[in-house]
């Protein structure tokens, strides 16, 4: 028997990150970046103005107030999108809009509100700036300029390999002029649930069939870390008919195989003997609750795991077995924190590591944790109704009211009602 940690460290020395590919940036979100990403511009690219107002020098305006209003001459008008190279000397202004390049000469800008606001001139052949704007206030070089390079400098690290991108990172790309990026190849999960039992959604129950939880379970599951899906469906328990399967997933290339069920004593003739003519199979008790038998191979040199039948017990060995390994193929850390959160009730173990079913609640900083009731590894309600897995430790049996334990929070478990 194999301890969890024993069973994941034999799993993972069989994966390594895959290689990267180069794709658009519009789809780069969620993906890992391979590359460090040195910027090879200045963002912004050039002094522009962070307000509507005019542009002009400092000096001529040292000394304005509302009391001492001072009148510069407009000589230019400068909306968002051009740039003008009309010099500003003493005494003059440029009309400016929000992001435009500010003007040689001038060194800051007057927000609009802080002027007489003259209204322009409409004519037929378009818009033009007031002769004159008056202005109320003082000012001092650089106010309300934004700099060439203040956001962003030729030579900034700004994402380091091994990041999954987010929408800011995919903004600060496009800004830097980056259209592509280098990322990891996704990894290709083939899923297979073997079973003589099992329909798929759509199907009507007939007498003694269930419907295929797991495949959708772990495919989702798989998704969900943006990795790929193939899908191989169902395969009774015939020989012929999962070699089949694993055959497909060997020419769809995949990087590693999950198989649910059929890994239990008595059960499992068909699945080794398939795996044994294409590749080999383990079969491991693995000293854990839910989901104790597990098994490991290859097919041809495909990295297998499979996983118990039951459909808590599969989701919990995905999300301690299989996460790691395809975290590992995206090269992302395994050493992710877990949070702590104190039980509520008496909770009883048996001395295995137990994954528990638990609802959270926050209360006052602390992390509230409390069973859903029925543990049994074939609820798969347990397992909708969990916000997270509360971690038992090996050999504690006993668990009182107060504990404080780790535990493994769901993503997105704020947005359930
Ligand atoms: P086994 O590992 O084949 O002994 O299966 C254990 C239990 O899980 C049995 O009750 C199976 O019917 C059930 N089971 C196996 N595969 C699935 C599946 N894909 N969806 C739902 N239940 C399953
Ligand atoms: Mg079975």
Redesign the pocket.
Known sequence: MYSVDEALEKILQVFTVLPAERIPLAQGLGRILAEPITARENLPPFDNSSMDGYALIAADAAHASAQNPITLKVVADIPAGTASDRVISRGEAARIMTGAPLPPGADCVIPIENTDNPPGQFTESGAFPPATVTLFRALQPGDYVRFAGEDIRPGDLILKAGRRLRPADLGALAGLGVPQVQVVRRPRVAIL?T?D??LRADQPLVPGK?R????YALAASVLDMGAQVIPLGTAPDQLNVVLSKLEEAIRADADLILS?????VG?YDVVKTAMESLGALDFWKVNMRPGRPLAFGRVGSIPFIGL????VSALITFEVFARPAIRKMQGLSLHLPLDEAETTEDMASDGRRTYARVRLERDQGRLIARSTGTQSS?AIHSMVQAQGLLIIPEGMKYVPAGTKLPVRIFEHFEDET
Do not use: F, H, K, T
């Open positions: 649930s079973g039992e099992l269930i295929d939880i797991n495949s649910s069920a059929g890994v239990s059960a118990p039948g039951n459909p074939g």
